[in-house]
């Protein structure tokens, strides 16, 4: 890749139809040259604003860039359906109302993958008749901890009529069975949304009756047709100006005539009344019948893919090497708990590989190492899609980069346990990504991936030492415990510098002869940018982010031994006193939580700027090399930690591609797990003022100051009553 060219093309889809939410304000795109790119405001057009090609990408990158779309379009022209569900987080519901959507799902997917095995039919006998299968089936789209792969495949035989019923998990829930007409309204509301589609409109409940009156709104209405339905194309203050001059007019003459003033509607009731209209008749009437007509093209065409992250499938694969864990020094950054939940205890160990790959240009996109397929694997594989990865790429010294990103439109999975959990779905659609479940058993309906893993087979596999082969025939006699000697930085290091600088530069004949990363470039260059904007930090917090429960304090919350606070919380806390409130922590940054306040999210920042950054397994890292220098010590200055921090990221460092492919495995239960553990090892304290030379250069000054843990007397003291001084003459007793 030449080293301008991310100086000079955007790595987001330019067209003045698409809403760009930049900072606070929503601009539309104007015009681009060679170096630049102007957008101008859409509340106000006058207001204009340039940035440079590289400082736009780099504010992609972080997340300070959004596009909607055709956000300025009829919102049926648009790629897909838009309605308050686009703007409704499943995150954001009550657990109650969550859990119904999640049943909603279950029973959905359990009826596809019955019919798709050919078990039953679509019509409402066969629904009927087969209701106890589909709810059986939909028990395993329920389960909140995966099955491991054995476990998995004792199932798929006793289904298959070729073992014994394994014992089942305690935990399995069977949905209630339902009406034939409910499970197909459930299907067609699936299909139209996905699984957002699913909610119902409890969370709509209200009086939507208009307060104005019928002549009121029929003035609005004239207005609007005569000032905003023309050629003119006025913006929405321009036609709420001439409102308020017809308002005005029609009150002048209503005072003439004795009648009652109306009243003029607020700028918010314009700007609805116009987006409840009918979409594609504004759209012919401000921009034309030949532009109406031409925007109604479909965007999405089957299985053709047209441009980048168009789609993007991702599978599991195990992969054919033994590695030896005692050489890896990633050992020292978990606690023994922490290796057992992520199967690391084992001295030799085959290792599974996630990997996502965009289909137009065959680039890799996400890649994740993981002892066993989770869904905490498949989640990160995701956000490895949506992040630059260049890091990735230097850490293993690669010449090429590794700065592809973006969010896929479509998402091919297969059926494995990891990809039909409920975080991974409700990841997906708080995402904006379409998940499609392919048909189980048919490699081909997912071709790219799985030709990916035949080429990683062939070409880097037979290189490394301790293959064990694809199957006891080819295996021989080869001894592949005894040829073990890769770690898994080893490992990681060999995978990222073939994706990166072999697979992503080899000529590639679905492209026509031209490699992965030239197809790319050329995308790029010839304005073919995905529609879709990256994910900002917040979006991600939101998507990806642990759910935990916190009870309010007034200090705030703590989540892993880390105080958070905000002026928002203080004043939800004199509000509401000590609530429990549900948390979105992210493992990745733990400088900042999203809490869940009056449902809506909001932004809380740790109380100390030194977690902006720093990821979980570092902090628990830092925190056990603290505890175990000084195992007494009950509080540790801020300098002290923000120190050991940055001696367990130096360590990271020289391990930083298997530190960021591996799977960290942060669930529920290991966050439990971690933070009763991090309860009891200290606290966090401000900076103490060090001693200093005297001024006479005689000894040191020493600023005394008040002990941060007082003791009992000292307690007991402040505690009692303040007694006045007795009043007379004292004198002495006999």
């Known amino acids: ?58 504010m992609n990158a972080d997340g300070s860039v959004k596009v909607v779309p055709f956000g300025l379009m009829p919102k049926e022209l648009r790629q897909a359906p838009d309605n308050d569900l686009d703007q409704l987080s499943l995150a954001g519901l009550s657990p109650a109302h969550r859990r119904d959507v999640e049943v909603r799902h279950a029973m959905v997917q359990g009826f596809l993958s019955l019919r798709e095995a050919g078990l039953i039919k679509g019509t ?41 019923k394994p014992k089942m998990k305690k935990d399995s829930v069977i949905p209630t069975a339902v009406s034939a007409r409910t499970l197909r309204n459930w299907l067609k509301a699936y299909k139209l949304e996905g699984k957002k589609g699913l909610i119902d409109s409890r969370h709509n409940q209200g009086n939507r009756n208009t307060k104005f009156a019928l002549e009121e709104v029929s003035l609005m209405a004239r207005v609007v047709n005569d000032s905003y339905m023309t050629l003119e194309r006025k913006t929405v203050p321009r036609v709420y100006e001439d409102m308020q001059i017809a308002f005005r007019d029609a009150n002048e003459r209503r005072t003439d005539e004795g009648k009652a003033s109306l009243k003029c509607p607020s700028r918010k009731t314009l700007y609805a009344f116009i987006g409840a209209m009918d979409k594609f008749r504004k759209l012919v009437a401000r921009h034309g ?38 050489k890896s020094g990633l050992l020292l950054f978990f606690e023994e708990e922490d290796l057992k939940e992520l199967g690391l205890l084992d001295r030799t160990k085959r290792w599974w590989l996630v990997t996502a790959i965009c289909c137009r240009t065959r680039l890799i996109l996400g890649m994740v190492l993981t002892a066993n397929p989770k869904s905490s694997a498949a989640i990160k594989c995701l956000k490895m899609v949506m992040s630059d990865k260049g890091t ?3 850490a ?20 494995g346990s990891a990809f039909k959990s409920v975080a991974f779905t409700t990841a997906c659609a708080d995402a904006g990504i379409m998940k499609v479940a392919t048909i189980a058993g048919d490699p081909a309906m997912r071709g790219r991936v799985e030709s990916l893993y035949n080429t990683l087979g062939h070409s880097l596999m037979p290189r490394l030492t301790g293959q064990t082969f694809r199957n006891t025939l080819m295996r021989g006699d080869h001894p592949a415990e005894k040829r073990a000697c890769l770690s898994l930085e080893d490992l990681a290091f060999a995978l990222v510098r073939w994706v990166v600088d072999i697979y992503h530069n ?76 549900e948390v979105r922590w ?64 130096a360590l990271t460092a ?48 020493v600023v005394p100051e008040e002990p941060d843990n007082p003791t009992k007397a000292r307690a007991a003291i402040d505690k009692a009553p303040e007694v006045a001084p007795a009043k007379g003459e004292w004198t002495i007793g006999d």
């Open 1 to 58: 890749m030449p080293k301008d060219f991310l100086t000079t093309y955007p790595t987001f889809s330019l067209d003045m139809h698409h809403r760009y939410r930049i900072g606070d304000d929503d601009w539309r795109f104007v015009y681009k040259n060679t170096e630049e790119v102007t957008f101008s405001a859409i509340e106000d057009p006058g207001k204009v604003v340039t940035f440079p090609v590289g400082t736009l990408n780099r």
């Open 396 to 415: 293993v010294g690669a010449l090429s980069p590794w700065s592809m990103f973006g969010t896929p439109e479509v998402l091919a999975v297969d059926n």
């Open 289 to 326: 019948q030949k532009t109406a007509m031409k925007k109604m093209r479909a965007v999405k065409t089957g299985l053709h893919v047209a441009r980048p992250l168009a789609r993007v499938e991702m599978d599991e694969w195990k992969i054919d090497i033994l590695t030896i864990l005692t």
């Open 654 to 701: 020289a391990r930083k591609a298997a530190y960021n492919v591996l799977d960290h495995g942060w669930t529920i239960e290991r966050f439990s797990q971690v933070e009763d553990e991090a309860v009891v090892s200290f606290d966090i304290v401000p900076n103490r003022p060090v001693t200093t030379e005297a001024a006479d250069s005689y000894g040191m000054s």
């Open 506 to 581: 080899q000529p590639h004949d679905g492209l026509g002869g031209r490699t992965p990363l030239a197809q790319w470039e050329a995308d790029m260059k010839d304005g073919n940018y995905p529609l879709h904007s990256a994910p900002t930090q917040r979006q991600k917090r939101l998507a990806f982010g642990l759910s935990l429960k916190r009870i309010v304090q007034k200090d705030g919350i703590r989540a892993l031994n880390v105080n958070y606070h905000s002026g928002d919380l203080a004043r939800w806390f004199l509000k509401n006193g000590s609530q429990a409130v």
């Open 124 to 164: 409402d006998t066969a629904i009927t008749a087969g209701m106890a299968q589909v709810c059986h089936a939909a028990a395993d789209f329920l389960e909140q901890e995966l099955p491991d792969p054995e476990y998995a495949e004792q199932v798929r035989l006793w289904k298959e009529g070729k073992g014994r």
């Open 586 to 649: 992210f493992d990745e940054d733990l400088g900042v939580v999203e809490v869940l306040l009056d449902g809506q999210w909001t932004e809380v920042p740790a109380t100390t700027d030194l977690f902006n950054g720093v990821d979980a397994s570092t902090w628990s890292a830092a925190r056990r090399a603290l505890r175990a220098k000084d195992p007494k010590r009950k509080a540790w200055e801020e300098e002290a930690i923000f120190g050991a921090i940055r001696s367990i990221e």
């Open 392 to 394: 990735f790429s230097d």
